[in-house]
Nanobody, 125 residues
Framework: QAQLVESGGGLVRAGGSLTLSCAAS???????????MGWFRQAPGKEREFVAG???????IYRDSVKGRFTISRDNAKNMVYLKMDSLKPDDTAVYYC????????????????WGQGTQVTVSS
Protein backbone atom coordinates (compact mmCIF):
# COMPACT_ATOMS: atom_id res chain seq x y z
CA GLN A 1 0.00 0.00 0.00
CA ALA A 2 0.97 3.61 -0.42
CA GLN A 3 0.60 6.10 2.39
CA LEU A 4 1.25 9.82 2.59
CA VAL A 5 1.07 11.51 5.97
CA GLU A 6 1.23 15.29 6.37
CA SER A 7 2.24 17.13 9.50
CA GLY A 8 3.24 20.60 10.61
CA GLY A 9 0.01 22.50 10.18
CA GLY A 10 -1.30 24.87 12.80
CA LEU A 11 -2.40 28.38 13.67
CA VAL A 12 -0.07 31.25 12.84
CA ARG A 13 -0.39 35.03 12.60
CA ALA A 14 -0.13 36.82 9.30
CA GLY A 15 3.51 37.30 8.37
CA GLY A 16 4.54 34.16 10.21
CA SER A 17 6.03 30.90 8.94
CA LEU A 18 5.23 27.21 8.97
CA THR A 19 6.91 24.18 7.47
CA LEU A 20 4.76 21.27 6.38
CA SER A 21 6.16 17.77 6.08
CA CYS A 22 4.92 14.78 4.12
CA ALA A 23 6.13 11.26 4.81
CA ALA A 24 5.71 8.61 2.12
CA SER A 25 5.64 4.95 3.09
CA UNK A 26 4.73 1.55 1.67
CA UNK A 27 6.09 -0.65 -1.11
CA UNK A 28 4.77 1.71 -3.77
CA UNK A 29 7.26 4.31 -2.65
CA UNK A 30 10.28 2.03 -2.71
CA UNK A 31 11.26 4.12 -5.73
CA UNK A 32 10.20 7.37 -4.13
CA UNK A 33 12.83 9.38 -5.97
CA UNK A 34 11.02 8.71 -9.25
CA UNK A 35 7.77 10.26 -8.09
CA UNK A 36 6.73 13.80 -8.73
CA MET A 37 5.41 15.29 -5.50
CA GLY A 38 2.92 18.07 -5.06
CA TRP A 39 1.22 20.19 -2.43
CA PHE A 40 -2.38 21.26 -2.88
CA ARG A 41 -4.76 23.17 -0.64
CA GLN A 42 -8.48 23.48 -0.22
CA ALA A 43 -10.30 26.23 1.60
CA PRO A 44 -13.93 25.87 2.73
CA GLY A 45 -16.31 26.22 -0.20
CA LYS A 46 -13.49 26.29 -2.73
CA GLU A 47 -11.97 23.78 -5.10
CA ARG A 48 -8.70 22.09 -4.37
CA GLU A 49 -5.88 24.13 -5.89
CA PHE A 50 -2.28 23.49 -6.78
CA VAL A 51 0.33 25.11 -4.55
CA ALA A 52 3.71 23.66 -5.50
CA GLY A 53 5.30 20.64 -7.13
CA UNK A 54 8.76 19.11 -7.23
CA UNK A 55 9.96 16.70 -9.87
CA UNK A 56 12.33 13.76 -9.53
CA UNK A 57 15.21 16.06 -10.58
CA UNK A 58 14.26 18.72 -7.99
CA UNK A 59 12.72 20.95 -10.61
CA UNK A 60 9.98 22.96 -8.89
CA ILE A 61 6.89 24.87 -9.93
CA TYR A 62 4.59 27.13 -7.89
CA ARG A 63 1.26 28.86 -8.19
CA ASP A 64 1.79 32.55 -8.75
CA SER A 65 0.36 33.69 -5.41
CA VAL A 66 2.97 31.78 -3.40
CA LYS A 67 6.07 32.41 -5.50
CA GLY A 68 8.79 33.97 -3.39
CA ARG A 69 7.03 32.98 -0.16
CA PHE A 70 6.81 29.17 -0.32
CA THR A 71 9.61 26.68 -1.00
CA ILE A 72 9.11 23.02 -1.79
CA SER A 73 11.90 20.51 -1.21
CA ARG A 74 12.40 16.78 -0.90
CA ASP A 75 14.70 14.32 0.83
CA ASN A 76 14.66 11.11 -1.19
CA ALA A 77 16.75 9.25 1.38
CA LYS A 78 13.99 9.78 3.94
CA ASN A 79 10.99 9.62 1.58
CA MET A 80 10.02 13.12 2.68
CA VAL A 81 8.67 16.24 1.03
CA TYR A 82 8.51 19.65 2.68
CA LEU A 83 6.73 22.93 2.10
CA LYS A 84 8.29 25.91 3.82
CA MET A 85 5.80 28.75 4.00
CA ASP A 86 6.94 32.27 4.85
CA SER A 87 5.12 35.59 4.96
CA LEU A 88 1.84 33.78 5.42
CA LYS A 89 -1.40 35.57 4.63
CA PRO A 90 -4.98 34.93 5.76
CA ASP A 91 -5.73 33.84 2.18
CA ASP A 92 -3.33 30.92 2.71
CA THR A 93 -5.75 29.41 5.22
CA ALA A 94 -6.76 25.95 3.99
CA VAL A 95 -6.29 22.24 4.43
CA TYR A 96 -2.99 21.36 2.77
CA TYR A 97 -2.59 18.03 1.01
CA CYS A 98 0.47 16.14 -0.13
CA UNK A 99 0.17 14.16 -3.37
CA UNK A 100 2.34 11.82 -5.42
CA UNK A 101 2.47 11.39 -9.18
CA UNK A 102 4.16 8.29 -10.66
CA UNK A 103 5.51 10.36 -13.51
CA UNK A 104 5.65 14.09 -14.03
CA UNK A 105 4.37 16.73 -11.67
CA UNK A 106 1.22 18.52 -12.73
CA UNK A 107 -0.87 21.49 -11.70
CA UNK A 108 -4.10 19.48 -11.84
CA UNK A 109 -5.18 17.14 -9.04
CA UNK A 110 -6.00 14.55 -11.70
CA UNK A 111 -2.29 14.15 -12.34
CA UNK A 112 -1.71 12.59 -8.92
CA UNK A 113 -2.53 9.04 -7.86
CA UNK A 114 -1.84 9.16 -4.14
CA TRP A 115 -3.03 11.63 -1.50
CA GLY A 116 -2.53 12.29 2.17
CA GLN A 117 -5.30 13.10 4.62
CA GLY A 118 -4.38 16.78 4.86
CA THR A 119 -3.21 19.15 7.55
CA GLN A 120 -4.96 22.37 8.55
CA VAL A 121 -3.18 25.70 8.20
CA THR A 122 -4.91 28.73 9.67
CA VAL A 123 -3.48 32.22 9.29
CA SER A 124 -4.99 34.91 11.48
CA SER A 125 -4.98 38.58 10.54
Amino acid sequence: QAQLVESGGGLVRAGGSLTLSCAASGPTFSSFSRFGMGWFRQAPGKEREFVAGIAWNDGAIYRDSVKGRFTISRDNAKNMVYLKMDSLKPDDTAVYYCAAAPQNIARSPSGYDYWGQGTQVTVSS
